[in-house]
């Protein structure tokens, strides 16, 4: 053997072997966060723009000009596309942004595209992406039909996509009771963890919704729907739900009464002590650390507040303690006192957020109704 080949067959080797020991050692990172290099990620489009044009060859387009088709097109996007890639009204899709790869807005993609390779991806789906085949190989009909509406789909705006998709077209009867049934089918998620009651079960396990400012709830489900205040939880729900429906929430479990057990008594020597130094702190703050007596903006009525203060009498300790937490940590966000609990958490020990969380998990919630009428 020629010496040239030995040293190609021993670099084979060596890069192989390598290979190898990066697999079975774990040390590729599969992690959707990681992404792609940039050269894995051009080379996988490029092998997916080459094998669509390469299997779509022999496929005839049908004439796809009929309107009909494109609106029935549109009703198959609205609600098997759009989640993922968006649409005219919603051009930023947000849980596509956390997968490798992401679901790209098609808009300013499709033009670049043959209809006869549109027609393959969508039939076929891709592999390693996340998107599914068409549910049925027995329906080119309904493929094409969608292929129909991509053709269209980036010269159209909002209000001509709402069109399309007949969304405001309804009578007034029945556009309110299909909006009642859809918050009907919200509401009925929410409950999974805090109860059709908002008092989250006996468990304790999520925070108490029942009798909570309305502003703040509408404010937070705003913050978490735009990202502005992190949970994997409730960042995809409140995506999901448009500012009416919001509100709606907002306003449905803040009218819901507080149960009549919502505090836990302190019924142990230790857990009294924690108690009793978080009722110190706060009726008194920390002075020499700049930390102001929490009950300033957090007591219970009558104490006059903004209603974009939380109640957090009665929230369960663990809830509070993890706030508190996100809160001196610099990771929570979204309403407009952030930046004081910033500054006010950052000061805190842990023993003293343990001893707050204590204490206003113990400390009873007085009913909004009998004391601010208006119910805020």
Same mark, same amino acid.
């Given at each position: 053997m020629r010496r040239e080949h030995r040293y190609v067959l021993r670099t084979g080797i060596g890069l192989l072997a390598l290979a190898v020991l990066?697999?079975?050692?774990?040390?590729?990172?599969?992690?959707?966060?990681?992404?792609?290099?940039?050269?894995?990620?051009?080379?996988?489009?490029?092998?997916?723009?080459?094998?669509?044009?390469?299997?779509?060859?022999?496929?005839d387009v049908p004439v796809l000009d009929e309107p009909e088709r494109i609106v029935r097109g549109a009703g198959h996007y609205a609600v098997g596309c759009a989640p993922c890639h968006g649409s005219p009204a919603d051009r930023a899709p947000r849980l596509s942004d956390h997968m490798t790869p992401d679901a790209p807005e098609l808009a300013p993609l499709v033009d670049g595209w043959r209809l006869r390779e549109l027609f393959w991806v969508v039939d076929n789906g891709i592999k390693y992406t996340g998107m599914p085949a068409w549910l049925t190989p027995h329906r080119p009909d309904e493929v094409w039909d969608v292929v129909a509406f991509l053709r269209v789909l980036s010269r159209l705006d909002a209000g001509e996509y709402a069109d399309l998709v007949d969304r405001t077209r309804a009578p007034a009867a029945r556009l309110a009771e299909a909006e009642e049934r859809v918050f009907?089918? @919200?509401?009925?998620?929410?409950? !999974?963890?805090?109860?059709?009651?908002?008092? =989250? +079960?006996?468990? &304790?396990?999520?925070?108490? /919704?029942?009798?909570?400012?309305?502003?703040?709830?509408?404010?937070?489900?705003?913050?978490?729907?735009?990202?502005?205040?992190?949970?994997?939880?409730?960042?995809?729900?409140?995506?999901?739900?448009?500012?009416?429906?919001?509100?709606?929430?907002?306003?449905?479990?803040?009218?819901?009464?507080?149960p009549d057990s919502l505090a836990v008594p302190a019924d142990d020597g230790e857990r009294a002590a924690l108690v009793a130094e978080g009722a110190r702190i706060a009726a008194a703050g920390l002075p020499s650390r700049g930390v102001p007596d929490?009950?300033?903006?957090?007591?219970?009525?009558? @104490?006059?507040?903004?209603?974009? !203060?939380?109640?957090?009498?009665?929230?369960? =300790? +663990?809830?509070? &303690?993890?706030?508190?937490? /996100?809160?001196?940590d610099g990771q929570r966000g979204g309403t407009v006192y952030a930046p004081i609990m910033t500054e006010i958490a950052d000061e805190l020990e842990p023993r003293e957020i343990e001893a707050l969380a204590a204490y206003y998990a113990v400390l009873p919630r007085v009913e909004l109704r009998e004391t601010l009428p208006d119910g805020r």
């Open positions: 990066v697999i079975v050692g774990g040390f590729y990172d599969v992690s959707a966060r990681a992404g792609h290099w940039s050269a894995t990620a051009w080379l996988l489009h490029f092998t997916m723009r080459q094998s669509a044009r390469a299997h779509s060859l022999t496929i009907a089918a @919200v509401l009925a998620e929410c409950a !999974i963890c805090h109860g059709y009651d908002g008092h =989250a +079960g006996a468990k &304790r396990a999520y925070p108490v /919704l029942a009798q909570q400012n309305e502003s703040y709830l509408r404010a937070s489900l705003a913050a978490y729907a735009g990202a502005e205040r992190a949970s994997g939880t409730m960042q995809l729900m409140a995506q999901s739900l448009d500012a009416g429906l919001r509100e709606r929430l907002a306003r449905y479990y803040a009218a819901q009464p507080s929490c009950n300033h903006c957090h007591g219970e009525p009558p @104490v006059a507040r903004s209603p974009m !203060i939380p109640r957090l009498a009665g929230q369960p =300790a +663990g809830y509070l &303690r993890t706030q508190l937490e /996100l809160w001196r």
